[in-house]
Structures are given as structure tokens and as C-alpha cells.
């Protein structure tokens, strides 16, 4: 079956700093991929989606340049947490998605802990 | 606007009883709807995905329903296992003409006691 993995499990880091975030898909190529942050006894919350090759498209209320993805291959997207503060703490999820296939997969998400 | 709705939020049962989650959505143009189960701390893991056309199907204990024309869809589960402890998530996507969009249930938290 399809396998999203995601590093690191989780981080703890300082404020300012940033953070970099990764997903891949193991043996399917993701032509659209997803970053999610959830926060405690919430649902998922959509982030952005990011397409192979082209710009991530963020949604309402998401800064672009604090949150930066890259989706430079079929099997590769990162989030690049800038500059990070306390706020910044939660839970984040990647989901990848085949171009043939309407399923979608997670990883195994990533606690972000900013101190 | 689209919305999934999921009752109740949360529940306890004893192991080895049933349960029954539910599911309501108002997400147009419907495509497919799907049950994941997420474990504390950790990614959502697929159970079950129905299209229009599909009324139940299953996955080892877990049996998903969908009623289309009423826009409701139940996750039931039989015999309970420690291991259900989980929340339950109900996802709802729209047609590729609309940008195949998900929509997320609010969750139900499950939580077995033996």
C-alpha cells in the first residue's frame, strides 16, 4: 500500500529559529501533496497543497513567508517553519496524494514544540 | 458552505461491545467520503473510502455505511478492542471539478476500557 513518511517525529527548538519538515512517499510518486496543523482535540486543518514543480497554494489565513513548502519532486515536499515562535507549536501532518488515484495517505505527523 | 458534522464527540464503551459513530455532510459536489482513524499523537490511517454508489463496506471490525440521499454515513464498531482507543475521523471530498476539497469532521474521540 501507499507509505507517506514524514521526519522528524517531532522537534523542539528555539524561538527565531526555523524548522524544516519533511515528506516523502515511498513508493508512489505524489503529484499533490498537503500540510495540515492540528491543534489539541481539533480536526486537521489544511495549510496549504503543494503540486510538483509549481508553487504551493495557501489557504486564507496561512502566511507564505513563514510557512514555505517545497515540492521539488514527485516523492519530496518540505515546510520550512521561519522564524519560529511559542504560537508556531502544534502538531503538523503531510498527506500525499497519486495522480491516478484518489486516495489520500499521512504521515505519521510531526510535533513542533517551539520554546 | 461545506461542512461535516460527526456525533458525538466523544464516547466510552467497554471492551467487547459495539458502537456507532455518525456522520453528517453537506459538501456538493459529493465524490467519495472516507472514515480514518487517528491514534494520540500520530498521523490518520485509512479505514474505509465509499463513493456515490457504495452503501457499506467494511474493514476487519470496522463497517462504514453511507445513505447519499440523506448525506449520512455511520462507522460501526463490533466487538471493541483496547486498540480502537482512537479518534475517528469522517472526511467528506468534493468532485475533481471542484478541486477535489476536503472537508474534516470535527472528529469522536473513542476511548475502550476494559
Known amino acids: 500500500g501507499a507509505v507517506v513518511s514524514q521526519h522528524p517525529s517531532w522537534v523542539i527548538c528555539k524561538s527565531g529559529t526555523s524548522v524544516k519538515i519533511e515528506c516523502r512517499s515511498l513508493d508512489f510518486q505524489a503529484t499533490t501533496m498537503f500540510w495540515y496543523r492540528q491543534f489539541p482535540k481539533q480536526s486537521l486543518m489544511l495549510m496549504a497543497t503543494?503540486?510538483?514543480?509549481?508553487?504551493?497554494?495557501?489557504e486564507q489565513g496561512v502566511e507564505k513567508d513563514k510557512f514555505l513548502i517545497n515540492h521539488a519532486s514527485l516523492t519530496l515536499s518540505t515546510l520550512t517553519v521561519t522564524s519560529a515562535h511559542p504560537e508556531d507549536s502544534s502538531f503538523y501532518i503531510c498527506s500525499a496524494r497519486a495522480h491516478h488515484n484518489y486516495g489520500y495517505t499521512f504521515g505519521s505527523g510531526t510535533r513542533l514544540t517551539v520554546v | 458552505k461545506n461542512q461535516v458534522e460527526q456525533s458525538p464527540q466523544s464516547l466510552i464503551i467497554l471492551e467487547g461491545k459495539n458502537c456507532t459513530l455518525q456522520c453528517n455532510y453537506t459538501v456538493s459536489p459529493f465524490s467519495n467520503l472516507r472514515w480514518y482513524k487517528q491514534d494520540t499523537g500520530r498521523g490518520p490511517v485509512s479505514l474505509t473510502i465509499?463513493?456515490?454508489?457504495?452503501n457499506t463496506k467494511s474493514n476487519g471490525r470496522y463497517t462504514a455505511t453511507l445513505d447519499a440521499d440523506t448525506k449520512q454515513s455511520s462507522l460501526h464498531i463490533t466487538a471493541s478492542q483496547l486498540s480502537d482507543s482512537a479518534s475517528y475521523i469522517c472526511?467528506?471530498?468534493?468532485?475533481?471539478?471542484?478541486?477535489?476539497?476536503?472537508?474534516f469532521g470535527g472528529g469522536t474521540r473513542v476511548l475502550v476500557k476494559p
Open positions: 503543494s503540486n510538483e514543480g509549481s508553487k504551493a497554494t495557501y
Open positions: 465509499m463513493t456515490f454508489s457504495e
Open positions: 472526511v467528506v471530498s468534493a468532485e475533481k471539478a471542484a478541486g477535489n476539497k476536503l472537508t
